[in-house]
């Protein structure tokens, strides 16, 4: 009745969302998530996580600020090739069965978004991997010699009308040069 009164006066239709199955199953993710203490555990071992992370940011200069709140964690990856070392944590992560994602405007943030009932033999095991695959990855610049710049050159036309409504025209060439060894 309650559904079919806001469909009436709203328009709302949804075909999955207001069924008591759906309900029901809602209902029952809540009496888990209660339960099973969830949200106690999802602060509880998101403190230990951000902690382990934040003691292997303090040894390895690559990793950045450690925040979050629950088990939704970020960690930013700094220096030079940020967003490059990122993706290679990632990889790195992948290749050890650990899922995460990248994050921030250049890709350049690690994304921790495990389910809640994480544990912190997960937690652990999560640290030690990235651990590792930052160990691989600074092996690899390392050893490949990838220590290196990122040159960028580019040729503009700068284009502007004085108020007199003369058109003027200057060419310009510009040049960007980055370190991204790391």
């Excluded at 099973?36 to 382990?52: F, I, K, P, S, T």
């Excluded at 809640?116 to 640290?127: R, T």
């Excluded at 025209?169 to 960007?176: V, W």
Aim: aromatic content about 4%; proline content about 3%.
């Amino acid at each position: 009745d309650i559904l079919d009164a806001l469909r009436e006066r709203e328009g709302y239709f949804n075909t999955f969302a207001g069924t008591p199955v759906a309900a029901a199953v809602g209902s029952a993710v809540l009496d888990v998530i209660e339960e099973e203490q969830l949200m106690a555990n999802a602060a509880r071992v998101g403190d230990y996580l951000r902690g382990r992370l934040q003691a292997l940011a303090e040894r390895h200069g690559i990793l950045g600020q450690v925040r979050g709140a629950g088990l939704f964690t970020g960690v930013d990856i700094t220096g030079p090739a940020a967003t490059a070392r990122t993706a290679a944590l990632i990889n790195g992560l992948r290749e050890r069965r650990v899922l995460i994602g990248a994050a921030g405007r250049a890709g350049d943030a690690l994304k921790i978004r495990p389910p809640l009932c994480f544990s912190q033999a997960q937690a652990d095991l999560l640290v030690d991997a990235l651990e590792d695959a930052r160990e691989q990855v600074a092996a690899a610049s390392t050893a490949t010699g990838q220590v290196s710049e990122l040159t960028l050159r580019a040729r503009l036309r700068f284009k502007a009308r004085t108020p007199a409504g003369r058109t003027l025209i200057a060419p310009a060439e510009l040049t960007l040069t980055r370190d991204v060894s790391y």
